[in-house]
């Protein structure tokens, strides 16, 4: 069991940066995939990015490669998403999730998600 827990989300001004963390409790979090995703008002669940247990591989959506960066820190179970030059198009609830997975994009294949934290970008 992976508990998850988003923070870092709050109201800034386009072209501004935000930096989301996600702390993980439980056991084996650096075994588990971590994914960033995001949904806008009426619209579907997207990803943002994802990262490997190891960090060595890491997958961002076309719309955020080059603006927003995905780390982790496995000694402190917390992984990140720097999101750099904000739009007003970023503007969602953000979700960390977790998979036992290399490096799965689908987010049918997470199985531990946390609550959200609102991000909104002003024009």
């Known amino acids: 069991q992976v508990q998850l827990v988003e923070s870092g989300g709050g109201l800034v001004q386009a072209g501004g940066s935000l930096r989301l963390a996600c702390a993980a409790s439980?056991?084996?979090?650096?075994?588990?995939?971590m994914g960033w995703f995001r949904q806008a008002p009426g619209k579907e669940r997207e990803i943002v990015a994802a990262i490997t247990w190891s960090a060595r591989s890491i997958y961002y959506t076309d719309s955020v490669r080059g603006r927003f960066t995905a780390s982790r820190d496995n000694a402190k179970n917390t992984v990140y998403l720097q999101m750099n030059s904000l739009k007003p198009e970023d503007t969602a609830v953000y979700y960390c999730a977790a998979a036992p997975a290399y490096l799965p994009v689908k987010q049918d294949d997470y199985q531990y998600w946390g609550q959200g934290t609102q991000v909104t970008v002003s024009s």
């Open positions: 439980g056991r084996s979090f650096s075994t588990y995939a």
